[in-house]
């Protein structure tokens, strides 16, 4: 499982052909990729990773808070690209990527745990969809987070 987690300000999900608008004030906006090894273990690993990732400023202007401390939402959109490996040649392979089905499955999972267990706001976009995506990235800060099977 591949995320790229961006501090923001705000972000905003839009689906113009199912009328659809997602929006978050600050949090993080979450682009997250399943691939095809991906279960639930790294369902659960990543949404406790993302919950408790700190990269808020505190009081000393450190990166020592996570989501949860300052009380941010979670912009969640699915994003199997991430799992694009243009390592030879010009054009990317998927073939990491989990088929749609499970990819689906993944992805709503890591929302339910998110919000179940750690008591998050969380967004999303429509899973499979055309989407235009605005983030306010604060920093910046981006961090890549991978869990895979030998991780």
């Given at each position: ?49 993302l919950a408790n990732l700190r990269i808020f400023r505190d009081e000393a202007g450190k ?85 895979n099977s030998n991780s």
């Amino acid at each position: 499982m591949i995320a790229v987690v961006q501090r923001v300000t705000q972000a905003s999900v839009v689906v113009q052909e199912e009328n659809y608008h997602a929006a978050i004030g600050a949090g993080l906006c979450v682009l997250l990729c399943a691939e095809q090894e991906d279960g639930e273990e790294h369902c659960r690993w990543m949404a406790g990773k993302l919950a408790n990732l700190r990269i808020f400023r505190d009081e000393a202007g450190k990166m020592n808070r996570s989501v949860l401390e300052i009380g941010g939402e979670i912009l969640a959109v699915s994003q199997f690209t991430l799992a694009g490996d243009a390592s030879k040649g010009h054009r990317p392979s998927f073939v990491a990527a989990a088929p749609p089905e499970q990819g689906r499955r993944w992805f709503d999972r890591v929302g339910t745990v998110l919000a179940t267990e750690h008591g998050l706001t969380v967004k999303t976009g429509i899973f499979g969809a055309k989407m235009q995506v605005t983030i306010v990235n604060d920093g910046p800060v981006t961090i890549i987070i991978r869990k895979n099977s030998n991780s």
